[in-house]
């Protein structure tokens, strides 16, 4: 069945960079949004940015400028990269996926999720 994996999270000292990846595989027709969501303790899950299928892109406004979002349709992988890192942004960052099924069904998943931390 369709799943995602995400990598790339870890420890980094505010400034620094990251980049996010995470890779979607089993039986898809398509996706059309893919994207990228946090949640640090005690909050609750935020959209940091998303991508479709056309390369539209929108972002947090606490991230604009510092986060880029992209993806490889080939591969079917989004990626996150993560310039400027501040310690608010420390989260489990979850990728996610709007896609179509091969059966033609419209449905949503969910990635495991991997641990940012970000040191002042």
């Known amino acids: 069945q369709v799943q995602l994996v995400e990598s790339g999270g870890g420890l980094v000292q505010a400034g620094g960079s990251l980049r996010l990846s995470c890779a979607a595989s089993g039986r898809i027709f398509s996706i059309n949004t893919m994207g990228w969501y946090r949640q640090a303790p005690g909050k609750q899950r935020e959209l940091v940015a998303a991508v479709t299928s056309s390369n539209s892109t929108n972002y947090a406004d606490s991230v604009k400028g510092r986060f880029t979002i992209s993806r490889d349709n080939a591969k079917n992988t989004v990626y996150l990269q993560m310039n400027n890192l501040k310690p608010e942004d420390t989260a489990v960052y979850y990728c996610?996926?709007?896609?179509?099924?091969?059966?033609?069904?419209?449905?949503?998943?969910w990635g495991q999720g991997t641990l940012v931390t970000v040191s002042s």
């Open positions: 996610n996926a709007d896609y179509r099924s091969v059966f033609s069904r419209y449905l949503q998943v």
